[in-house]
């Protein structure tokens, strides 16, 4: 039997160039319809990009290559039309529906069509939450394993670990919906201060150490479920040389990305709410200087995102118009920890120390060197500007791989910071507090805040009596 086709792991698919060096040494340069420059792929048209995908006796795409496509090509078409490209493809040129296979020419190819259908199921498996993607995936793999045990236990395999991963996301969601529900249902306005708050993030986990890995632990948790595919969809737009509408104007594919960005603005809000609620500035204080701990050693970890989600919540103008109560504050870490984060030439300290991060992570021993959490807003923002920087399409109608290769650099750095495992243990309760505790509105903020210290301006005084009025009513 021959093997399958090896591929390497994720961080070693790109080199620093963006190319891999050695790409389509086994098909000619001259492909029809493909324009190299150096060995390296720089267009082609969609035709050819999806006849390069398909393996042959003598030929298997280089992985770079197939995950740059399923991952780009969703610009421009459905990933179902892709894989009844694929199929059909597949079946024509290996003769897979005629009546008498031959066994042999199938046991040559049946392991790389295998190996492609893995690898599709494997990094993009939400495209098969769509029947049809479902129908031909089975059609295939049926016509390769039909005349032989092996083949017939791989393809068994291969449906089994699909089915098993969409039914964890699925279930991921119901948890998503649940804890949403949960905290939406809590969320009071508060009318005035109360005098005796019942629990606060101090007492449910008063070591900032121990906050930092549980929010590690939703960081890590909320990544894994972002497929590759969610930052391309993000922005699909309709292709200008296609009829049809837009490729996913109406449906939703971009949830677990969604979820991930509302876990950011929940912790921001959260850190607010928590500073402005204790009635005694003493407290008010003591709450300030623990959150500056916490994003330190999240900084530490290397959870970037959870480190800016804390300080964008200090830096709400709510929080920082406490000046009576800042006065309290040490500030001197807070301080190296907004310049680590300072949006100046571009977050040019943050790309530094995520740098640093992703090189640590690289030569890591240990899961817990392994960890890099971007700042997640800015790694979206980043990919956006490289899509919207330069043309998809080329004046003679290729595809601009070139620019796909760059995405796809990016997105799949992304993709082995998020199959890190947590090192850290689960704290059920923190976590339950962290997901589900009511937070505050803007106005709630603001009417907690005035409460505590008093308007200082006309401004400040009319927004108070405003929100003391609406509150009441």
């Known amino acids: 039997q021959e093997r399958m086709p090896q591929t390497p792991p994720f961080a070693a698919m790109f080199d620093?160039?963006?190319?891999?060096?050695?790409?389509?040494?086994?098909?000619?340069?001259?492909?029809?319809?493909?324009?190299y420059h150096d060995n390296n792929?720089?267009?082609g048209s969609l035709e050819a990009l999806i006849q390069h995908l398909v393996p042959n006796v003598d030929y298997y795409p280089d992985r770079t290559y197939i995950f740059t496509f399923l991952l780009s090509s969703r610009l421009f078409m459905h990933p179902y039309e892709v894989m009844a490209k694929v199929c059909h493809l597949c079946t024509e040129q290996q003769r897979l529906s005629e009546p008498g296979l031959d066994k042999n020419r199938i046991r040559k190819i049946a392991p790389k069509i295998l190996q492609l259908l893995t690898e599709w199921t494997e990094t993009f498996p939400y495209d098969f939450r769509d029947e049809r993607m479902m129908r031909n995936l089975k059609e295939l793999a049926q016509r390769i394993a039909s005349g032989d045990e092996m083949?017939?236990?791989?393809?068994?395999?291969?449906?089994?670990?699909?089915?098993?991963?969409?039914?964890?996301?699925?279930?991921?969601?119901?948890?998503?919906?649940?804890?949403?529900?949960?905290?939406?249902?809590?969320?009071?306005?508060?009318?005035t201060k109360p005098q005796s708050i019942q629990r606060d993030i101090i007492t449910v986990c008063n070591d900032p150490?121990?906050?930092?890995?549980?929010?590690?632990?939703?960081?890590?948790?909320?990544?894994n479920y972002i497929g590759p595919e969610e930052f391309v969809q993000a922005f699909v737009q309709k292709d200008?040389?296609?009829?049809?509408?837009?490729?996913?104007?109406?449906?939703?594919?971009?949830?677990?990305?969604?979820?991930?960005?509302?876990?950011f603005n929940r912790l921001s809000y959260l850190v607010a709410t928590e500073i402005c609620m204790p009635v005694k500035k003493k407290h008010r204080a003591k709450v300030i200087e623990y959150f500056i701990d916490v994003a330190r050693e999240c900084f530490n970890i290397g959870n970037f995102n959870s480190l800016m989600a804390i300080i964008s919540g200090m830096n709400m103008s709510s929080v920082s118009r406490l000046k009576k109560t800042w006065a309290k504050v040490k500030t001197a870490k807070f301080d190296i920890l907004e310049h680590q984060?300072?949006?100046?030439?571009?977050f040019y300290n943050y790309r530094t120390a995520l740098r640093g991060a992703a090189q640590r992570s690289l030569t890591a021993h240990s899961s817990r060197e392994k960890i890099v959490i971007p700042f997640f807003s800015l790694l979206i923002k980043d990919i956006y500007f490289l899509n919207e920087g330069c043309a998809?399409?080329?004046?003679?109608?290729?595809?601009?791989?070139?620019?796909?290769?760059?995405?796809?650099?990016?997105?799949?750095?992304?993709?082995?910071?998020?199959?890190v495992e947590c090192p850290f243990e689960r704290d059920r309760k923190i976590l339950q507090y962290l997901l589900t505790v009511p937070v505050f509105s803007d106005d709630a903020l603001y009417l907690a805040s005035y409460e505590s210290e008093s308007p200082e301006n006309h401004i400040e005084k009319d927004r108070w009596k405003t929100l003391r009025f609406v509150s009441e009513v």
């Open 16 to 35: 620093s160039s963006g190319y891999n060096r050695n790409l389509y040494q086994t098909k000619e340069d001259d492909c029809g319809g493909l324009y």
């Open 41 to 43: 792929l720089l267009s």
């Open 151 to 191: 083949y017939w236990k791989n393809v068994q395999q291969l449906l089994q670990n699909l089915i098993r991963k969409l039914a964890t996301v699925s279930q991921y969601e119901e948890v998503l919906a649940k804890i949403n529900a949960t905290s939406t249902d809590r969320l009071t306005v508060l009318k």
């Open 209 to 223: 150490y121990t906050l930092a890995q549980q929010l590690t632990h939703i960081e890590l948790e909320r990544l």
């Open 240 to 263: 200008p040389l296609d009829n049809d509408k837009g490729c996913y104007g109406d449906r939703k594919k971009t949830r677990h990305l969604e979820a991930y960005v509302e876990w």
């Open 341 to 346: 984060m300072d949006p100046s030439s571009n």
């Open 392 to 419: 998809s399409r080329l004046p003679n109608g290729h595809i601009n791989f070139e620019k796909f290769w760059e995405l796809a650099k990016q997105v799949s750095e992304f993709m082995t910071w998020k199959q």
